[in-house]
């Protein structure tokens, strides 16, 4: 995208470099609007600052450091805006929990949460990111999916029966259902309560509600059930998922030692199989959909927001691409 000059709201042009005097007195860092909203020379200097991997004295390395962080903070904007125009929020209250989720399985090396692509992102934010800025993404990447689901919905309308076929043909192999398992697990950071939660389990109490009063930390509230986790038998490694996959059903396994002490009991096992076409042609649509949704139509918001995006003078890396960030 070409770069721009940056227009006030009451309709004087002003060639700008970094500062940018606002319209009515005073002075604003401005180095990008979306639809009208300021991003500012401190927006932007927190971003860079989150952002690893800076050599002391690498010019090149920070110039590539602040096109990526104004690419997130453009990208961040459409994504507000796409939100608004459709009627769609995310509450901090969610993007909290998600984020919590998202640290414990870092540490545990467990996967239940709804937001893989904030996981990745939060790889990239690193070590300096604070809280806030965790909450910051994953917020973002909930609303995005959030974008994504009311698109797919819209592209579904437009998915035939005979491509549906033609796709399961093709890719049936793609269809089989792993081994999924329930399992109750009841983790605390201390050994005491650990052993007396498996002391009254093993009394005739039901592990469910023993997970529900006893156990601590992010899995406390799904009240220590994992619905349909998802792996297979035999897998390598002594952490807490592998453990899961060795035990047998209905049997009460712990205390094991991870980041806390644990013990869990594996309530069900669905085996693995392959379903037929009747049970899988809602996803095939939905798939589909998503992927039409994640191509044209998306590229067609990005057109439209690119087209109320202006960017300062020297920040012409950054505003080429706004969807860069979050992608």
Same mark, same amino acid.
């Given at each position: ?54 050599? !002391? ?217 392959? !379903? ?52």
């Amino acid at each position: 995208m070409n770069v721009r000059h940056l227009t006030c709201a009451c309709g004087a042009a002003v060639v700008v470099a970094i500062a940018v005097g606002a319209c009515g007195g005073g002075s604003i860092d401005v180095v990008a609007r979306v639809a009208g909203v300021a991003i500012t020379r401190t927006d932007l200097d927190h971003w860079i600052a989150v952002e690893d991997g800076l050599a !002391p004295g690498n010019t090149s390395g920070k110039r590539v450091v602040e096109a990526r962080a104004l690419s997130f903070l453009i990208s961040e904007q459409w994504t507000l805006g796409e939100g608004r125009e459709l009627g769609l929020t995310v509450s901090e209250r969610r993007a909290r929990r998600e984020t919590e989720v998202l640290n414990y399985e870092r540490r545990a090396g467990i996967a239940f949460g709804d937001v893989p692509r904030a996981a990745k992102r939060m790889q990239v934010v690193g070590s300096r990111a604070t809280e806030a800025d965790q909450v910051r993404v994953v917020k973002l990447e909930l609303l995005e999916a959030e974008i994504q689901q009311a698109r797919t919905v819209l592209a579904a309308q437009g998915i035939g029966h005979t491509q549906v076929v033609a796709y399961y043909t093709r890719h049936k192999r793609h269809f089989l259902v792993p081994e999924h398992r329930k399992v109750v697990v009841i983790e605390t950071p201390r050994l005491g309560p650990t052993l007396k939660a498996k002391r009254e389990i093993e009394s005739g109490k039901d592990p469910a509600r023993v997970a529900r009063h006893v156990s601590q930390g992010p899995l406390a509230h799904l009240g220590g059930a994992l619905q349909d986790l998802v792996g297979r038998r035999g897998m390598r490694g002594e952490g807490l998922v592998a453990n899961i996959f060795r035990a047998r059903p209905r049997l009460l396994v712990g205390p094991l030692r991870g980041d806390w002490y644990y013990i869990f009991e594996v309530l069900h096992v669905s085996p693995a199989h392959e !379903p037929g076409l009747a049970r899988v042609e809602d996803r095939i649509v939905e798939y589909l959909a998503g992927r039409q949704a994640s191509t044209a139509t998306r590229a067609a918001e990005e057109r439209r927001w690119a087209a109320r995006t202006v960017c300062a003078q020297g920040y012409a890396r950054g505003c080429g691409h706004g969807g860069g960030g979050l992608a």
